[in-house]
T-cell receptor, first 112, second 116 residues
Framework: GDSVTQTEGPVTLSEGTSLTVNCSYETKQYPTLFWYVQYPGEGPQLLFKVPKANEKGSNRGFEATYNKEATSFHLQKASVQESDSAVYYCALSNSAGNKLTFGIGTRVLVRP | GPKVLQIPSHQIIDMGQMVTLNCDPVSNHLYFYWYKQILGQQMEFLVNFYNGKVMEKSKLFKDQFSVERPDGSYFTLKIQPTALEDSAVYFC??????????????FGEGSKLTVL
């Protein structure tokens, strides 16, 4: 079946530094890839998606490139803020579009 | 933005009892999902539901589990009887169409179930 592997957290960093959360996936199909974010006390919410290989998605300063050859979709942000503290989930959908498969989630803690 | 409400936020029950988790999806959404997350582990797909039917379910969706949405009210997950391994946070989600491909699933805040 489909699987998603991502950086094991927690990741702790200071405001203004750069963030990378690695994500790799396995699927026999042609997936759409997503990053979701979950803030404390809330449910996960979509950060952005990328449906096509070799394209980039971005939102709120975060970005990720769908690398089909490497089966990777790493999340990056050049300069994090304290408000970026959250859990980040990499996810993929199958071609049938019936469900999302999530990674374990990476807790990111940004210190002021 | 659109909100999915889950009731209760936390429930503690004894093993063997029945529990119903309720989800009030975004209005006009047609697709509904349940995910299970055990502490420290990833969110895992349980089931999705459309037009009164289960479309797909995972191995985690045991025979003791059932879902329904009677008359457009709450989308419910019922577990009867419960087991210790059912302790987890259950997330409900909804989407306006085949949302998994668009990525636009809206999640609730989760219902934490503790089975003693």
């Amino acid at each position: 079946g489909d699987s998603v592997t991502q950086t094991e957290g927690p990741v702790t960093l200071s405001e203004g530094t750069s963030l990378t959360v690695n994500c790799s996936y396995e699927t026999k199909q042609y997936p759409t890839l997503f990053w979701y974010v979950q803030y404390p006390g809330e449910g996960p919410q979509l950060l952005f998606k990328v449906p096509k290989a070799n394209e980039k998605g971005s939102n709120r300063g975060f970005e990720a490139t769908y690398n089909k050859e490497a089966t990777s979709f790493h999340l990056q942000k050049a300069s994090v803020q304290e408000s970026d503290s959250a859990v980040y989930y990499c996810a993929l959908s199958n071609s049938a579009g019936n469900k999302l498969t999530f990674g374990i989630g990476t807790r990111v803690l940004v210190r002021p | 933005g659109p909100k999915v409400l889950q009731i209760p936020s936390h429930q503690i029950i004894d093993m063997g009892q029945m529990v119903t988790l309720n989800c009030d999806p975004v209005s006009n959404h047609l697709y509904f999902y349940w995910y299970k997350q055990i502490l420290g582990q990833q969110m895992e797909f349980l089931v999705n539901f459309y037009n009164g039917k289960v479309m797909e379910k995972s191995k985690l969706f045991k025979d003791q589990f059932s879902v329904e949405r009677p008359d457009g009210s709450y989308f419910t997950l019922k577990i009867q009887p419960t087991a210790l391994e059912d302790s987890a946070v259950y997330f409900c989600a909804s989407s306006s169409h085949r949302g998994a491909n668009t990525g636009q699933l809206y999640f609730g805040e989760g219902s934490k179930l503790t089975v003693l």
